[in-house]
């Protein structure tokens, strides 16, 4: 497995992409995502039913396929890769999810700590190190030992960035905004250190946020569109049943 | 559509059921070499949780039920069968139907009730909160994280509470003995280590290891197959329970008709 698509993308869009969850479809347009790259993938209109951030998330993530179109990750094309080298290929993509995610039977540290406990850390060093660096990082030291549960939504959504980043992935999946502000957060900060460090970086946005649309351009971040398609004819999942 | 018709959609469907459960069971054994490198030691971290909320939590229900079973197995059997027989025959009776029959059964039993039906919830609730999904996003196969280990840790439960069961049941099988007329607690216990052969004990580990196998697939296999619903995990549950409590049943019936078919008491001429 290389590191790059062909003329040096992190991941590409060969075509246009339609992503379909329960017969709503999304369409995006072409883009390629090199090291060092932000792009941001924004709906042209208020979602309504269905939020596209998760669904185009799970695609880019390479954790579902889309219905049409190729995506190429780090010059692979996931739906080619057996299990073994997708997991092999998951590893170096980090995924920030919008909501859930966070084991609820362990605590934050535990939780931020969990790819590099499976994997190893990049560095070599003991996994708990390499957490509690990420956890103070994102100023989540104070609520180490909570669970997530314990914990509100925002800080929820700073561990999941610092599990993201835990493996120094060359490929981060932000699904929404999180707890961007214009002003700065700790976790955007984070994010934008594994930018300017290599890693390109995807956000998939519920709905368009001109401000941080505005905050992207200036960092050289590609907008691409995400248009609302005709839903599918096909069965619904409860349909199937 | 007619009672045919019914029949044979039912038929197809319990075909389906196994089908998808032995592919299953497959996955979770394969991944334990494709996943061999991803963390030992947090899959041994799931295998002695699920050992200790299976097992160890496990063990005052079971060893309550033992010592009434074993209890009212030798006060009913002297009452029905000692008049008839002898101490030796009500040792038998000991063996055969609570250690044999009643007690795995009665252990499996609980461990539907309690760990079966917790993991499909367990599982079903991951779904939902996209844990799973956050698994498979790390790289992390949450097979082997979260079946295979959970299948691992309740099995070596299971079988350790059919010991604790038969302990328990013969420890107080023997004590309630000592109500009844001299001589027959020494020939309940000369019956009791007549009837524990390798053999039969070879013979019950095997109907243990396949039965709990099986309900612990089915608990595993409902809580992974909920999609994104809440309303799908209540679903996942009693479906479990009620697949598993029917899996139990028949295999259960089906290996004590066939040791029966072989002959004898049906354990001894079965290997």
């Known amino acids: ?241 | 559509m007619t009672a045919v018709d019914r029949l044979g959609a039912w038929v197809l469907g319990g075909v389906r059921t196994a089908y998808l459960l032995m592919g299953f069971l497959y996955l979770s054994a394969k991944m334990l070499w494709v996943g061999r490198r991803q963390g030992a030691r947090e899959v041994l971290r799931q295998v002695l949780l699920q050992v200790y909320f299976t097992g160890v939590r496990g063990v005052v229900p079971v060893a309550a039920l033992a010592m009434v079973i074993g209890a009212l197995a030798i006060a009913h059997g002297f009452a029905v069968v000692g008049p008839l027989a002898g101490g030796e025959e009500l040792g038998r009776l000991v063996i055969l139907v609570v250690l044999f029959e009643v007690g795995p059964l009665l252990t499996a039993g609980v461990v539907i009730v309690r760990s079966v039906t917790a993991i499909a919830a367990e599982l079903g609730v991951m779904r939902v909160q996209r844990e799973i999904e956050a698994l498979e996003a790390m790289g992390i196969s949450p097979i082997l994280h979260l079946v295979t280990s959970r299948l691992a840790g309740g099995l070596a439960a299971l079988l350790a509470l059919n010991v604790v069961f038969a302990g328990v049941a013969v420890a107080t099988g023997l004590a309630a003995a000592a109500w009844l007329p001299a001589g027959v607690p020494e020939e309940v216990l000369n019956a009791v280590l007549w009837a524990l052969t390798p053999e039969r004990l070879l013979m019950l580990a095997g109907k243990v290891a396949v039965g709990g196998l099986g309900v612990l697939v089915i608990g595993c296999y409902h809580g992974m197959e909920v999609a994104d619903s809440p309303t799908e995990v209540p679903v996942a549950v009693s479906r479990a329970a009620l697949r598993a409590l029917v899996f139990l049943v028949v295999w259960h019936a089906g290996v004590s008709l066939w040791g029966l078919a072989s002959g004898g008491d049906g354990w001894g001429r079965l290997l």
């Open chain 1, 1 to 241: 497995m290389s590191g790059a698509t062909a003329g040096g993308a992190v991941a590409r869009a060969n075509a246009s992409l339609v992503i379909e969850v329960e017969r709503v479809r999304w369409r995006l347009g072409e883009f390629a995502a090199h090291p060092g790259q932000w792009v941001a993938v924004v709906p042209e209109e208020e979602a309504g039913a269905g939020d596209p951030a998760p669904a185009v998330g799970r695609v880019l993530a390479t954790l579902a396929a889309p219905a049409e179109g190729t995506l190429e990750v780090l010059g692979s094309d996931p739906q080619r890769l057996s299990y073994a080298d997708l997991q092999a290929l998951r590893r170096r993509i980090g995924l920030v999810q919008s909501w859930g995610g966070l084991l609820s039977n362990r605590t934050i540290a535990e939780n931020v700590a969990l790819p590099a406990a499976v994997h190893g850390a990049p560095d070599g060093r003991h996994a708990g190190a390499v957490a509690g660096d990420m956890l103070d990082a994102l100023g989540l030291a104070s609520v180490a030992e909570a669970r997530p549960h314990q914990v509100d939504r925002l800080t929820r959504w700073r561990a999941r960035v610092a599990r993201a980043l835990m493996l120094a992935p060359a490929w981060v999946v932000v699904e929404g905004v999180g707890d961007w502000a214009p002003g700065g957060s700790a976790a955007w900060s984070a994010l934008a250190a594994a930018v300017a460090a290599g890693a390109a970086a995807v956000v998939c946005m519920s709905r368009p946020a001109p401000a941080f649309e505005s905050w992207l351009s200036t960092r050289g971040g590609e907008t691409v569109p995400c248009r609302r398609g005709a839903p599918s004819a096909g069965p619904g999942r409860e349909e199937r049943r």
